[in-house]
């Protein structure tokens, strides 16, 4: 096989059956669904997909008004997407990484733009962060997540876990958190003496701060969300 030749490339990046379950990483930044049934996805995020597959966009009363409600009031970035069916299916988000979580009965937390994927087994809710709704235009949202399946989120570049503890709580810049724990709840602060160092809101300094036991994942990267920039 000669260098570089087509031949070589093929090897090189041709998928490959790992047999690891629903959920597999194909690439660092490439999830790979073996779908028998139903998942929720982000809309926008299917690369490719194999068998027979059908997608259909969240339905306005699928889950009530309140939660149309409140997806009104967070915007596209909450779009999630169904698919339906059996084969192979490929998602990815703007080339973020992807990390694979299995939980059970466990509650978890996500930023809703760093959701990619979840069983239809687990239970969600979009949860918009008010209090910081009036300082970042559009405010911050996440989703909550609870029960026992298979969750992907994103991240740009390697994601870092942070331990929290009651001695030892742990504060993080809204734009780069991704995820933490169902036990905490945060709480959001100002600190004026750091305006110009943090945050990307309307000069003002957010942080979030979270107390307990837990635990937060943060990025090394400032999102700079869609409704902000409008």
Do not use: C
């Amino acid at each position: 096989m000669s260098r570089y030749s087509i031949e070589e490339f093929i090897a090189k990046t041709k998928q490959q059956d790992k047999e690891e379950g629903l959920f597999e990483l194909e690439t660092a930044r490439m999830l790979e669904i073996n779908l028998n049934g139903d998942v929720w996805a982000k809309a926008g995020s299917m690369v490719s997909y194999r068998g027979q597959i059908k997608f259909e966009r969240e339905g306005i009363l699928e889950h009530g008004l309140g939660k149309m409600f409140k997806k009104a009031l967070t915007g596209e970035g909450t779009s999630l997407m169904k698919a339906t069916g059996n084969g192979k299916l490929y998602l990815a988000d703007q080339g973020k990484k992807i990390s694979i979580i299995n939980l059970q009965n466990d509650t978890i937390y996500v930023n809703g733009n760093d959701l990619l994927a979840f069983e239809k087994s687990i239970n969600w809710d979009i949860k918009l962060m008010k209090r910081v709704a009036g300082i970042m235009a559009g405010g911050l949202f996440n989703v909550k997540l609870e029960g026992t399946g298979m969750v992907a989120i994103t991240s740009h570049y390697e994601p870092l876990t942070l331990i929290v503890t009651p001695d030892n709580p742990v504060i993080t810049d809204p734009n780069a958190t991704v995820a933490w724990s169902g036990n905490l709840q945060p709480e959001f602060i100002t600190d004026i003496s750091l305006k110009t160092f943090f945050g990307r809101g309307s000069g003002e300094s957010i942080q979030m701060k979270f107390s307990g036991d837990g635990y937060v994942v943060v990025q090394p990267f400032e999102e700079v969300y869609l409704a902000q920039q409008q």
